[in-house]
């Protein structure tokens, strides 16, 4: 191979790694920015016979949707448990994920009741839950574990968060907000554009003209009524 053609070859795969670089920093500027982690919850759990404990690993995932977020909190371990079996459709559950970090409140979530009958004594499974979260500010929020409560034969038991656990999921979010839209309030009056301007001054030109001529005329007339 000459002198030029492996200059020509070596200056050509400069360049590929050049744009393979750049296109790596690209994918890498644009990924998403959020965060999601497994945390164990110890959920303290106050039922109608009393109370009981439970460990669960929380998983809260979201898919964007528009301006707003689905979130959705599984459980991996059940809690509380009942002395008499749940038959199918019995229990009911529901939950509050806490927000952190640029924004605070909570946002409430919920499931379908369970599909089969659980036994006695035995650790509910919770189904997963989900709710919407619409940002109101812009940043870092993140989201936590909170209360639990699960509906059952017309009990409720009361499940709260003995461990003060982390966020599983932190997004980096973009508030809604702005009054674009907003129709003027009290006295104001509509703002207009050049185009406005220049329609109102050119009517009020040629009204100004037309009462000049009107008066013109009206003077001439009166004039020519007058003996010489």
């Keep these: ?89 019995a229990m009911k559950p529901s939950a ?9 409140g909570t946002v409430a979530v919920s499931g379908p009741t369970n599909s089969e009958a659980i036994p006695p004594n035995t ?30 034969l017309g009990t409720t038991t009361t499940c709260t968060p003995g461990n003060n656990p982390g966020p599983s999921l932190t997004l980096d979010v973009q508030g809604v907000g702005g009054a674009s839209d907003a129709s003027p309030s009290g006295g104001e009056l509509p703002q207009t554009g050049p185009a406005d301007s220049a329609i109102a001054l050119g009517t009020l030109g040629g009204t100004v003209l037309l009462a000049g001529v009107a008066g013109a005329l009206w003077l001439t007339r009166r004039g020519g009524r007058q003996p010489a």
């Design 96 to 104: 509050l994920i806490k927000l952190g970090g640029a924004e605070s």
């Design 123 to 152: 650790p509910i499974k919770i189904t997963d839950l989900s709710g919407t979260y619409t940002p109101k500010a812009s940043g870092k929020v993140t989201f936590t574990a909170s209360t639990l409560t699960i509906k059952a």
């Design 1 to 89: 191979m000459s002198h030029t053609k492996r200059h020509a070859a070596r200056r050509g795969g400069g360049a590929f790694a050049v744009v393979a670089a750049v296109a790596g920093a690209t994918v890498l500027m644009t990924a998403p920015a959020a965060h999601a982690a497994v945390v164990d919850v110890d959920y303290q759990c106050k039922t109608p016979i009393g109370n009981k404990g439970a460990v669960s690993p929380i998983d809260i995932k979201s898919v964007r949707s528009g301006s707003s977020y689905k979130l959705t909190m599984s459980f991996q371990k059940g809690v509380s448990s009942s002395p008499v079996e749940l038959g199918r459709g």
